[in-house]
């Protein structure tokens, strides 16, 4: 089996917005920053296979360029990973040759081209104690130096994925058990990763030390949640009862779809071992102060999800009534850009009683394979998804609320295309701070210098989007809305403040929690291609 390589990213040429505006067919009309992967991971069901399709499918957000599924019937892996849509990349005549009670799958989100399949995860390899399957959502800060040091030790790679330098590290442990080996292969390496590890007969479980990714636990009906462990520090807790199934995956909304019951997230460096034994929790040697990805809240999560406690839902109607305490206007309607901006508008509007519309509506049936035409047609890409109401906007002045701004170039067409339907003043509200660095835990980001708010001001951004005015809410603000804190509670404008309240907000603030290797040419984002 080859992988791809990974590579760092080409730098791009400066960009001047105000002045060089990026041509409409240059650019992706979804200017988003983009979850990189969802994990789904079931233990003890006759169904795994098809259970696990299933919470790909709930999972699909989380990345719709490819998907695989590994299970295993207790003595061998059995593989299929596909390009696209999970409803794309399985059918019943290929869950049919997934046998077992034990199944971890993965979809995964990637800009790369046609070889991309090589990416696609679970990884599957023998190695001296048998089988192993590996899937994970993050980022390994240190995989290059791992890397260097393994080749140097005659180490052969297939593939640049910090996956396979995990292989590699359980492959070469000294330790004489699979759980051990992957415990002292977590030992080695850095950075932000929720972890499934599957061989025949046991599952694994892990959420970095600072918990950056999200990663839950859920079970079937029929269980007995009070023996569910805790986490226990260095001590396996055993259970003393057994439940039918349980399943791990990157949020609950997996475990709606099946009629599994949520029972907690996992603890930051929590790692959790189902085997025959029942379900043990073991904590990695590594400490470190919690920085749980706050943008998971803003944007990546579903909205019917909830994350360590807090409804996303909820807590996007919080960012938007605090945004309306920190940027009110006076306005006629307040519309969404569907469907993320939603929660957040109904929040802004209700704060300042104005009504809100949907104003804007969402086309949910364009695939990444939309054929366009040939003659160009103004504002394509983003009519193919978005289509103004003009009976709502007509003569009225418009609030539109979004999560964030990364480019600019989708906000400038979606000004524009309302002022068209005959808006008489048109106000950006965003319901999160300037997104002006790069994220190197997971997430697909642009370049520093792609991210408009790196380089101009609010006023400068207004300008550039055509609006009428534009507000972003504060960092402190998104904190407080967050963590259910207000004021001083919040964090209080300094970094020990925020760390305290356990976010990771590096790509809105330069806070970093986890260090990485200096970029090369200004950039050191890693992603997957093709070989
Ligand atoms: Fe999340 Fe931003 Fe931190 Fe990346 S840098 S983990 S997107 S908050």
Not at 87 to 104: C, N, S, T, V, Y
Not at 398 to 417: E, Y
Request: overall charge negative.
């Amino acid at each position: 089996m080859r992988f791809g390589l990974i590579a760092s990213k080409l730098a791009a040429p400066v960009v001047n917005f105000i002045n060089d505006p990026p041509r409409a067919a240059d650019l992706d009309d979804d200017d988003h920053f983009h979850d990189e992967c969802g994990v789904f991971g079931i233990y003890g069901h006759p169904e795994a296979a098809n259970l696990t399709y299933l919470g790909l499918h709930a999972l699909q957000h989380r990345g719709q360029e490819s998907a695989g599924i590994v299970t295993s019937d207790g003595e061998q892996l059995f593989v299929h990973r596909a390009m696209g849509l999970v409803q794309d990349a399985f059918d019943q005549a290929q869950l049919e040759k997934l046998p077992g009670r034990f199944a971890i799958g993965h979809v995964r989100y990637s800009t790369t081209g046609g070889s991309a399949l090589k990416n696609a995860q679970p990884f599957a390899v023998d190695f001296a104690l048998g089988s192993l399957a590996i899937c994970h959502n993050g980022n390994l800060t240190n995989a290059e130096e791992l890397r260097a040091e393994l080749e140097a030790g005659g180490s052969i790679f297939q593939s640049s994925s910090d996956s396979e330098v995990l292989v590699h590290l359980v492959a070469r442990s000294r330790q004489t058990t699979v759980e051990d080996r992957i415990s002292d292969a977590l030992g080695r390496v850095k950075g932000a990763y929720s972890l499934l590890f599957m061989s025949e007969d046991m599952l694994v479980a892990v959420r970095d030390p600072r918990g950056v990714r999200p990663l839950c636990l859920g079970i079937l009906p029929g269980s007995v949640r009070s023996s569910t462990p805790r986490l226990s520090g260095a001590k396996a807790e055993p259970l003393t009862s057994r439940a039918d199934a349980y399943i791990v995956a990157s949020e609950p909304t997996a475990f709606d779809l099946i009629g599994a019951e949520f029972v907690r997230d996992l603890e930051p460096g929590e790692m959790l071992i189902i085997d025959a034994s029942g379900m043990r929790s073991l904590r990695l040697a590594e400490r470190a102060a919690p920085h749980m990805c706050i943008f998971e809240y803003v944007y990546f999560a579903r909205p019917d999800s909830h994350i360590q406690g807090r409804s996303v839902y909820e807590v996007r109607k919080a960012l938007g009534e605090t945004l309306a305490r920190e940027h009110p206007i006076d306005a006629d309607v307040v519309i969404p850009v569907p469907d993320s901006g939603v929660p957040s508008a109904i929040g802004y509007a209700a704060a300042l009683r104005i009504p809100f519309e949907m104003g804007l509506i969402r086309s949910h049936y364009v695939g990444r394979t939309f054929i366009e035409p040939q003659q160009s047609i103004r504002h394509f890409g983003v009519r193919l998804k978005l289509n103004p109401v003009g009976t709502i906007l007509r003569g009225k002045r418009v609030i539109i609320l979004d999560d964030s701004i990364v480019r600019g170039t989708t906000s400038r067409k979606i000004v524009k295309m309302v002022r068209d339907a005959g808006a008489r003043e048109v106000h950006m509200r965003i319901s999160s701070p300037p997104t002006q660095w790069p994220c190197y835990y997971g997430i697909d980001t642009p370049t520093r210098r792609e991210l408009i708010a790196s380089s101009h001001t609010v006023d400068e951004i207004a300008r550039y989007i055509t609006a009428d005015s534009l507000a972003y809410l504060s960092l402190d603000g998104m904190i407080g809305a967050v963590s259910g804190a207000q004021g001083a509670d919040a964090g209080a404008g300094t970094r020990e403040g925020r760390d305290a309240r356990g976010y990771c907000h590096a790509c809105f603030s330069g806070d970093y929690p986890i260090a990485f290797t200096p970029p090369v040419n200004g950039k050191r984002q890693m992603r997957l291609v093709g070989v």
